[in-house]
C-alpha cells in the first residue's frame, strides 16, 4: 500500500507514519515542513501549505496513493485543494480531525478535559 499523510510529523499523525513504515507500507508525508521530526527512514515528504491551495494541488499533480489519511485539515477551505488534487488518483481517503480546533477548552475561563462532543464549538470562522 502506498499511503499518503497530510500532517504526519507531530501527534497522531506522526503515529500514524510510524505505524504504516512499521508494517512495510510506502509512506509519504505532506506538510509545510515547519516542524522537524524523525520520521523512519524511507518516508517520502512533500512541502506544501494546505492555506496555499495552488501550492497543495502543484504538489500533488500526478500522484497516487491506495490511501490518504488527512489529520491536518481543520476548516473546508483546507481540505478541498485536496480533496480536488485526490479525485482519480486515491483509493481511500479518511478525515480524522482534531477536538483541539473545533470544540471550546474553556467553561467560564475554567480548562474542561476530555473534550466531548457535547462541548460548544469554536467561533464560526473555524469550521
Given at each position: 500500500m502506498d499511503a499518503l499523510v497530510l500532517g504526519g510529523?507531530?501527534?497522531i499523525g506522526l503515529?500514524?507514519?510510524?505505524l504504516l513504515h512499521s508494517q512495510g507500507r510506502?509512506?509519504?508525508v505532506l506538510n509545510r515542513g515547519q516542524t522537524q521530526a524523525?520520521?523512519?527512514a524511507g518516508v517520502g515528504s512533500i512541502v506544501a501549505d494546505r492555506s496555499k491551495p495552488a501550492q497543495v494541488t502543484a504538489a500533488l499533480r500526478g500522484r497516487?496513493?491506495?490511501?490518504?489519511?488527512d489529520i491536518s485539515?481543520?476548516?473546508?477551505?483546507e481540505l478541498q485543494p485536496v480533496i480536488a488534487a485526490l479525485d482519480g488518483n486515491v483509493g481511500n481517503y479518511v478525515f480524522c480531525s482534531t477536538a483541539g480546533g473545533i470544540f471550546?477548552?474553556?467553561v467560564n475561563s475554567?480548562?474542561?478535559y476530555p473534550l466531548s462532543e457535547q462541548h460548544g464549538l469554536e467561533a464560526q470562522e473555524r469550521r
Open positions: 510529523t507531530r501527534f503515529q500514524l507514519v510510524r510506502s509512506v509519504t524523525q520520521l523512519p497516487q496513493f491506495d490511501a490518504a489519511f485539515g481543520y476548516k473546508p477551505s471550546k477548552k474553556c475554567q480548562a474542561v
